[in-house]
């Protein structure tokens, strides 16, 4: 589907594909085990004073509606539609505010809007095109004194994965918060990984 809509000069609408042609069964989304990524929940239960929250390419909601239940006031949003309903009725309730938004055309009152601006497995999922294009885009949505966290495969040699998903490699990783001060970037593997599979999570402070 990603080749496909690339080639018709689409990169990014196979997401609602995907998401439509799964037909409410989560068993076609990859990225999708009905529980919030663990590299959030580490960060995240390690954090005191829960305030706004935007989570970018939410998916099915999971990690959305984990930072709700934390005590955050979190805003989601995907670029498929129909995700985003799916999200809706997973997480009936839950008071996240659930919207279709797409990462290049963001609504302008949001900038320096949050204070934790969360992306996983958001860009890894991008043609590298597409991903210079977007990854500029997060850092300004954090107000003073707030985070930036994103997660995501990282390339661990010079070779390039076909993908999606695209390792990282960490100048690029390092560039998505440029503007800000990386407090973090740690590596790692998580229980299940195939051997030579490596994770990341960056965290950076406004």
């Not at 709700?68 to 989601?76: C, L, S």
């Not at 100048?171 to 030579?196: H, K, N, R, T, Y």
Request: hydrophobic share 45%; net charge negative.
């Amino acid at each position: 589907m990603s080749g496909a809509a690339s080639q018709a000069g689409m990169p990014l609408a196979w997401f609602e594909e995907l998401y439509s042609a799964a037909d409410r069964d989560d068993e076609w989304i990859p990225w999708s085990d009905g529980r919030p990524n663990p590299l959030v929940v580490e960060w995240v239960v390690g954090q005191n004073d829960p305030g706004r929250a935007l989570v970018v390419g939410c998916g099915l909601g999971e990690d959305a509606a984990f930072l709700y239940q934390r005590g955050w006031d979190v805003t989601a949003f995907d670029i498929s539609p129909t995700a985003i309903e799916w999200a809706k009725e997973l997480f009936s309730d839950s008071k996240v505010e659930w919207l279709a938004a797409d990462l290049l055309e963001l609504p302008e009152e949001w900038d320096a809007s949050f204070d934790m601006v969360l992306e996983v497995h958001t860009l890894q999922a991008m043609p590298e095109s597409v991903r210079l294009q977007a990854s500029p885009a997060l850092a300004p949505l954090v107000r003073e004194g707030g985070h930036l966290v994103c997660i995501g495969r990282y390339q661990t040699d010079t070779e390039l994965e076909e993908g999606p998903p695209w390792p990282l490699p960490r100048s690029f990783i390092e560039s998505v918060g440029e503007s800000l001060a990386l407090q973090s970037l740690d590596v790692c593997s998580l229980p299940g990984d195939e051997p030579d599979v490596s994770r990341f999570r960056a965290v950076w402070r406004a």
